[in-house]
């Protein structure tokens, strides 16, 4: 296994490119990068978290969908969220996929799962709300939690239904689906945009419906979020409902059990998709089961159920021209190839990821070589293999730093005590903000939309005010000379005053968020949640930072070792210390809010043994679900030890010892209701 360092470093440099190039993709309509190389830059990151448990953060593609929504329309919120997808690329991929399902619905082995499998259309998702069969709201998906208003914009598409006159439709429903453009349409337009998908998000943001009328955008129906009435069992029987209301479905949506045919499927969609009038960039198998997919539910923002299949990438070769050293916000050493600009699917690309010095061993890469270069995965696409035929003579190995080019500090690898091995990153040994690359990539991090969502403190501003000495640490930001700001170039009055509102806005904060912000190491969005859960106020979690008691997290289910031992290294710091201080003095921490109404509120829960009919992990989402506590250790706090077939005899005992409540899954059962 890679050192956790490198892969840390590795993910979080994607993370970071993956933030720029969604602002690109969903809220300017004018992306760096093409559709087919955005996705491969998702498809590295989920594959990293798919492989590495620990891989978590809040701007992941995982847990975040799409982009603010756009100043230029008035805003709502989706009444239930619009989610993303997981990708595959592999047969494997779909294995584990397959795999985890069964795990969490504790399906036999010989269980067969039936999906609905639909082309994925890349065009702009929309969510049409209809009330009493009419169409009276139309929202674009936004962040996923809230959405610009196009809805004058979405009724001259004439796809879309204005009245549906079918009298079982239901009362009140958000119709999800794609706004595209066929290809022969873009044909006549697109001296005027990039590819089809930039023609269909530019025009569903004109401020003047007319203009869009202009543009001959089409629609096609594939979901559902908010729904009064379900009076169907199945996907595939929702797709036909949404046939028979008059909405356009896809023709190439069916059904299809086992692995080896879905991939058949996509083999045979992926020869015919230049075929296709529209723009398809893979497939997505759904659960078709609907009681099914409710009992998987989902993962931060991605369904359990489902998961994108996605087509091949490309690749080419180019020249390596230098080998940069960049440094992220855990100190991780990232080298990223500066190639000569080549053409790879369209896409200009200039950058490519080594990875790590590992790899530049592994794969002996050096500064001149000849090098196949493949967008499958990577935001900066990365080095596949070298062509040495064509090395020359006066070649010379890389020598990869030993102390860090920003502070010279040391380079250090970390143990992984698990693999007994150290890891392939190498990092800076400087703690906090004492290395400036690390201290501007954690104030990028602090204002992220994932953190404290600073509109108009992006990167390159952050960059900017660091150089200008206006922040040096995250509160600076809170006490920024907006006089000198305005004077800027590329400011302005209206533009420094619309970044103090953001920042002023930014002060009512929750707990989780706040955690996350610090950047901790390992402390993701995940785990930023669990914390907050287990402090419930910033009073307490301050605490332990003055009494040093890091002991009290050694019982809570998700955090381990790794995790406690980055909240020691963090609060040993002083600066961080002072920053933390500063921070809350200036900061409303919004407490958790707890659920008072579940059925096992204050109760504290451990599992042990093989449960029946259910897995360990759908077990403890439905006690989390409603009110109760998992406790990863035996101890005092414990109130319950449910025990399912062949339990650890040593929990039962320690349990007993220390009298608590030994269960079985019906007692379990009943607690429920």
């Known amino acids: 296994m890679k050192n956790r360092n490198l892969i840390k470093k590795e993910y979080h440099t994607k993370i970071k490119e993956l933030k720029e190039h969604n602002q690109h993709y969903y809220e300017k309509s004018s992306p760096k990068i093409s559709d087919s190389t955005y996705d491969d830059l998702k498809k590295e990151i989920t594959e990293l978290e798919k ?107 004439k796809d879309i239904p204005k009245i549906i006159k079918n009298k079982n439709f239901p009362k009140d429903i958000d119709i999800r689906g794609e706004v595209y453009i066929g290809k022969e349409d873009f044909e006549k337009i697109k001296d005027r945009f990039a590819n089809p998908r930039n023609a269909a998000s530019g025009s569903l943001r004109q401020k003047d419906p007319v203009e869009t009328k202009k543009i001959p955008l089409r629609f096609i129906a594939y ?68 009681g099914l997919q409710k009992r998987l539910g989902y993962v931060a923002n991605a369904p359990r159920w489902a998961i994108a299949h996605k087509f091949s990438a490309d690749s080419s070769y180019s020249k390596i021209l230098n080998i940069d050293i960049q440094i992220g916000r855990t100190g991780a050493l990232t080298p990223v190839a500066k190639i000569k600009p080549v053409n790879i699917g369209g896409v200009v690309v200039s950058n490519a990821t080594l990875h790590n010095e590992e790899e530049i061993i592994r794969k002996d890469i050096r500064i001149g070589d000849i090098v196949k270069v493949e967008r499958a995965g990577d935001v900066i696409p990365h080095v596949l293999s070298v062509d040495l035929k064509k090395r020359t003579i006066e070649s010379k190995k890389f020598i990869f730093p030993q102390v860090c080019p920003s502070c010279g500090s040391k380079v250090v690898k970390d143990f992984n005590k698990i693999s007994k091995k150290y890891d392939a990153v190498k990092r800076c040994s400087s703690e906090g903000y004492k290395c400036e690359k690390i201290a501007i990539e954690k104030i990028k991090h602090f204002v992220s939309k994932e953190a404290f969502n600073i509109e108009g403190l992006g990167k390159k501003v952050v960059e900017k005010f660091w150089e200008l000495k206006f922040i040096k640490l995250p509160f600076d930001i809170f006490d920024l000379n907006y006089k000198k700001i305005e004077k ?106 707890q659920n008072t109404k579940g059925k096992l509120i204050n109760k504290t829960f451990m599992f042990t043994g093989k449960l029946s009919n259910i897995s360990r992990a759908e077990a403890k989402s439905l006690t989390e679900e409603n009110s109760g506590k998992i406790l990863s250790n035996v101890s005092k706090k414990l109130d319950y030890l449910v025990m399912g077939d062949k339990p650890t005899t040593k929990k039962i005992k320690q349990a007993k010892e220390l009298n608590i409540k030994v269960i079985g899954q019906a007692e379990w059962k009943k607690l429920l209701n």
């Open 488 to 593: 800027l170039e590329g400011w302005g009055e209206l533009s420094a005053n619309n970044l103090k509102k953001s920042i002023e806005k930014s002060k009512n904060i929750g707990l989780d968020k706040f955690i996350f912000s610090l950047g901790i190491r390992h402390i993701g969005q995940e785990n930023a949640r669990l914390l907050s859960q287990h402090f419930l106020n910033i009073k307490n979690f301050n605490n332990l930072a003055k009494n040093f008691n890091f002991k009290t997290l050694a019982n809570l289910d998700g955090i381990g070792e790794t995790q406690i031992n980055s909240l020691k290294n963090f609060f040993s710091d002083q600066i961080n210390l002072n920053v933390v201080k500063k921070l809350i003095s200036i900061l409303n921490i919004r407490s958790v809010s």
């Open 223 to 290: 979901t559902y979020g908010f729904n009064s009435k379900i009076n169907f069992k199945k996907q595939s029987e929702f797709l036909n409902l949404l046939k028979n209301w008059g909405f356009n479905t896809n023709d190439h949506n069916q059904v299809i059990s086992g692995i080896d045919k879905l991939v058949s499927n996509h083999k045979e969609l992926e020869n015919k998709r230049h075929d296709l009038d529209f723009d398809v960039d893979g497939l997505v198998y759904k659960i078709n089961d609907l």
């Open 51 to 157: 492989k590495y448990s620990f891989l978590k953060s809040k701007s992941s593609p995982s847990l975040i969908v799409g982009a603010k929504p756009s100043k230029n329309f008035l805003k709502s919120k989706h009444r239930i969220r619009m989610l993303s997808l997981s990708n595959a690329f592999s047969y494997e991929d779909l294995k584990n996929f397959e795999k985890k399902i069964s795990n969490f619905l504790n399906l036999k082995n010989n269980s067969i799962i039936e999906y609905s499998v639909e082309p994925k259309i890349d065009g702009i998702s929309a969510s049409l709300t209809y009330k009493n069969n009419n169409f009276i709201l139309g929202l674009s998906r936004g962040d996923g939690a809230e959405g610009e208003i196009i809805t004058e914009n979405l009724k001259t598409i």
